[in-house]
């Protein structure tokens, strides 16, 4: 009995170094007892499904810009909101469309609630793909309702070769101002596809100046700290580096890309088939399909050889040549983006579903308590996120960043693997998606596959679909596993309270 005592008190003693959650799954574990099912709601979008009154808290420049960096908001939108048609077509610009693409816009995948976001609640892509006679079909997977998605395929046509690039939506094929191109469409439906196909969201830009000026240092040192909490939910991680400099990579779904105005070149090329500095080919060159000039400086938009020679746009009228090419622009235009608000800091109680302020108060706390927070790294529960250093954009520097994400990649299972390799990210690792702003997304998870963020949340365990797994091989257990089984221990108030606090961000 004397020793039945002494192990019982060292397990409490072990017990009360960790978290409440890493408790609550212990106990769980060892008592067979199963973990209640979630019986929370989603309440919806903000400001779509509640709280219509609510004032939209993403979008914009940060505050506290001089009056040369405020007044780049206005032309830097319009870039990101520019339509693309084919050059010498019906476009004004030398630049365009290149023979494959996604979307004919930034916004055409950025544009939720306000440029720069997510997933539009209705898919823009339908007013795209047969513009100017374009003889696309619209692929099964794009519907009206649905996100904007890229398609992958994970390996190529033999199912064995890694292949993981994106392949575009759609071709110019037909349009009028396309003159002889031919290219034939990806199908979709075809033995290419079949158990072959991972979609991409994508994802939003607010704060993204913010996130990309954290200190990797800062990172690491997070990664490291909490270590005894972690280790007992099962939480790893890992940063992705980049292999170039030793750094560490923070943008995209696998956190494979280091800076904003690298990702907007990619993006650029990528999604809309535009060459630019960066990306200095063409993602497709059949010919008939692309001009004969490249897209991007020197030879570029200017009929003077610059990026930009126009006069029509307010700041720095005739000295055009002075701006650099249009992926800076994109990447000053997220570099400058706010962080999104909570709506209870601007809309105070009415910000939290169902008017209650304390609603959203305690579910921060459950937010810390079942291990969120862990990954999702805040300013909540009494742990510390991530401060930016001082900076030479003086309203970037000195400023807390409540991102909700610690920038590492997490296995996260053989349900949500995706079976590609991005950087040092393995097939199953994704990022810590950042979760400020998420009461004003429609889709969730990296396919956008669910509307529902209750489902969402089950969705990082192990087991949740019984069908449609799309992981090929041996994938390690989700890292997120017990804390989804401590979420499902709470109480339903407390699982409602959370959720509440997730819709109020």
Same mark, same amino acid.
């Given at each position: 009995m004397m020793q039945l005592r002494l192990e019982i008190r060292g397990v409490a003693g072990f017990l009360s170094k960790i978290s409440p959650a890493a408790l609550a799954f212990a106990l769980f574990i060892s008592t067979g007892v199963i973990a209640r099912a979630q019986t929370a709601t989603d309440p919806g979008v903000r400001g779509v499904n509640w709280c219509p009154t609510c004032t939209n808290g993403a979008g914009g420049f940060v505050p506290g810009l001089n009056d040369n960096q405020a007044a780049l908001e206005s032309p830097m939108t319009n870039?990101?909101?520019? @339509?693309?048609?084919?050059?010498?077509?019906? *476009?004004?610009?030398?630049?365009?469309?290149?023979?494959?693409?996604?979307?004919?816009?930034?916004?055409?995948?950025?544009? &939720?609630? =306000?440029?720069?976001? =997510?997933?539009?609640?209705?898919?823009? #892509?339908?007013?795209?793909?047969? #513009?100017?006679?374009? $003889?696309?079909?619209?692929?099964?997977?794009?519907?009206?309702?649905?996100?904007?998605? @890229?398609?992958?395929?994970?390996? $190529?046509?033999?199912?064995?070769?890694?292949?993981?690039?994106?392949?575009?939506?759609f071709t110019i094929t037909g349009r009028s101002d396309a003159g002889t191109c031919s290219i034939q469409q990806p199908d979709f439906n075809g033995a290419s596809a079949e158990?072959?196909?991972?979609?991409?969201?994508?994802?939003?830009?607010?704060? /993204?100046?913010?996130?990309?000026?954290?200190?990797?240092?800062?990172?690491?040192?997070?990664?490291?700290?909490?270590?005894?909490?972690?280790?007992? #939910? /099962?939480? *790893?991680?890992?940063?992705?580096?980049? $292999?170039?400099?030793?750094? @560490?990579?923070?943008?995209?779904?696998?956190?494979?890309?280091?800076?904003?105005?690298?990702? =907007?070149?990619?993006?650029?090329? @990528?999604?809309?088939?535009? !060459?630019?500095?960066?990306?200095?080919?063409?993602?497709?060159?059949?010919?008939? %399909?692309?001009?004969?000039?490249?897209?991007?400086?020197?030879?570029?938009?200017?009929?003077?050889?610059?990026?930009?020679?126009?006069t029509d746009w307010a700041v720095l009228p005739a000295l055009g040549y002075l701006m650099p090419g249009d992926p800076e622009r994109f990447g000053m235009f997220g570099r400058f983006l706010a962080a999104p608000v909570p709506s209870t800091t601007l809309n105070g109680s009415i910000g939290c579903p169902g008017g209650d302020l304390s609603s959203c108060e305690n579910g921060a706390t459950q937010f810390a308590t079942v291990g969120c927070v862990l990954c999702h790294t805040s300013f909540v529960g009494g742990y510390t996120g991530f401060t930016t250093p001082p900076s030479s954009v003086s309203a970037l520097g000195n400023t807390q960043v409540d991102l909700f994400s !610690? #920038?590492?990649?997490?296995?996260?299972?053989? %349900?949500?693997? !995706?079976?590609?390799?991005?950087?040092?990210?393995?097939?199953?690792?994704?990022? =810590?998606?950042?979760?400020? /702003?998420?009461?004003?997304?429609?889709?969730?998870?990296?396919?956008?596959?669910?509307?529902?963020?209750?489902?969402?949340?089950?969705?990082?365990?192990?087991?949740?679909? *019984?069908?449609?797994?799309? /992981?090929?091989?041996? &994938?390690?257990?989700?890292?997120?596993?017990?804390v989804i089984a401590a979420f499902n221990a709470l109480d339903s108030g407390d699982q409602q309270d959370l959720v509440n606090f997730l819709r109020s961000l």
């Open positions: 870039f990101i909101e520019e @339509v693309n048609n084919v050059a010498g077509g019906t *476009s004004i610009k030398h630049v365009g469309l290149g023979g494959v693409f996604d979307s004919n816009s930034c916004t055409g995948c950025h544009d &939720y609630p =306000s440029p720069g976001g =997510s997933s539009l609640l209705t898919n823009p #892509l339908f007013t795209v793909y047969q #513009l100017f006679g374009d $003889q696309n079909v619209m692929p099964f997977f794009e519907t009206s309702l649905g996100p904007t998605v @890229v398609a992958r395929f994970p390996f $190529q046509s033999d199912l064995t070769t890694p292949d993981g690039h994106v392949h575009q939506l158990n072959n196909l991972i979609l991409r969201q994508t994802t939003p830009f607010f704060g /993204g100046g913010l996130m990309e000026i954290i200190p990797d240092s800062s990172i690491i040192a997070n990664m490291s700290a909490n270590l005894t909490q972690k280790m007992a #939910l /099962g939480i *790893s991680g890992n940063a992705n580096i980049n $292999q170039d400099d030793g750094s @560490v990579n923070r943008f995209g779904w696998k956190a494979q890309k280091r800076s904003l105005v690298l990702f =907007s070149g990619e993006a650029y090329a @990528v999604e809309e088939g535009i !060459d630019n500095e960066f990306f200095p080919n063409k993602i497709n060159e059949s010919p008939g %399909c692309t001009p004969p000039f490249p897209d991007g400086p020197p030879n570029g938009k200017g009929t003077n050889g610059v990026p930009d020679d126009r !610690d #920038l590492l990649v997490h296995h996260m299972g053989y %349900c949500d693997a !995706d079976n590609i390799s991005q950087g040092q990210a393995l097939g199953d690792e994704f990022r =810590s998606a950042p979760l400020w /702003g998420i009461g004003q997304r429609g889709f969730f998870m990296h396919d956008g596959r669910t509307t529902n963020i209750v489902t969402a949340i089950e969705m990082h365990a192990d087991g949740y679909q *019984s069908t449609g797994c799309t /992981g090929v091989g041996s &994938y390690p257990a989700s890292e997120a596993d017990a």
